[in-house]
T-cell receptor, first 113, second 112 residues
Framework: AQTVTQSQPEMSVQEAETVTLSCTYD???????LFWYKQPPSRQMILVIR??????QNATENRFSVNFQKAAKSFSLKISDSQLGDAAMYFCVTTSGTYKYIFGTGTRLKVLA | SQTIHQWPATLVQPVGSPLSLECTVEGTSNPNLYWYRQAAGRGLQLLFY??????ISSEVPQNLSASRPQDRQFILSSKKLLLSDSGFYLC???????????FGPGTRLTVL
């Protein structure tokens, strides 16, 4: 069964600095998607970035970028120029089969002013 | 544009009472629909998903059930709530195919 591991329960970053959140996953599938979702205190789940496994190029969305290492099954999220509004729980997610999504346990990011 | 609604936003129910949470999606047709539960400070647990009207797949044995009476409506129910049913319930949808999920605002359920 597919699993997603986020080994950092909590991270802190100074405002304007850069932080990297780690994620590893286990899958036997050749075609899958990877996502990072953000859940602020409002608990609304917000998509941050997505990556198709067949694409070698790392996805980028403004200050957010990923380091996708397919052979190592690693999918880390880098947040540049951190802002107070980035404080949230971050979930790494992979697809499983045709319909399912597997969530990691999350990393709580604190941004220090 | 597509939107997803959940209600109620907050619910406090006694043990043994019934439950009905509703989720509706606007602006799309034939979505895949999902119900998740999230315990405080934890990840998301998939409860049910549906790929079409009347088609429900259950992921976790429990006293909850789901129904999809219309294409864009997904209902989570229980005949008798347990204390362990307390949590934050999220509904989500995707287009056919494994694209990103879009989540509703959630329902906070407290069973006393």
């Amino acid at each position: 069964a597919q699993t997603v591991t986020q080994s950092q329960p909590e991270m802190s970053v100074q405002e304007a600095e850069t932080v990297t959140l780690s994620c590893t996953y286990d899958t036997s599938e050749s075609d899958y998607y990877l996502f990072w979702y953000k859940q602020p205190p409002s608990r609304q789940m917000i998509l941050v970035i997505r990556q198709e496994a067949y694409k070698q190029q790392n996805a980028t969305e403004n200050r957010f970028s990923v380091n996708f290492q397919k052979a190592a099954k690693s999918f880390s999220l880098k947040i540049s120029d951190s802002q107070l509004g980035d404080a949230a729980m971050y979930f790494c997610v992979t697809t499983s089969g045709t319909y399912k999504y597997i969530f990691g346990t999350g990393t709580r990011l604190k941004v220090l002013a | 544009s597509q939107t997803i609604h959940q209600w109620p936003a907050t619910l406090v129910q006694p043990v043994g009472s019934p439950l009905s949470l509703e989720c509706t999606v606007e602006g799309t047709s034939n979505p895949n629909l999902y119900w998740y539960r999230q315990a405080a400070g934890r990840g998301l647990q998939l409860l049910f998903y549906s790929v079409g009207i009347g088609q429900i797949s259950s992921e976790v044995p429990q006293n909850l059930s789901a129904s999809r009476p219309q294409d864009r409506q997904f209902i989570l129910s229980s005949k008798k709530l347990l204390l362990s049913d307390s949590g934050f319930y999220l509904c989500a949808w995707t287009t056919q195919g494994m694209n990103e999920q879009f989540f509703g605002p959630g329902t906070r359920l407290t069973v006393l």
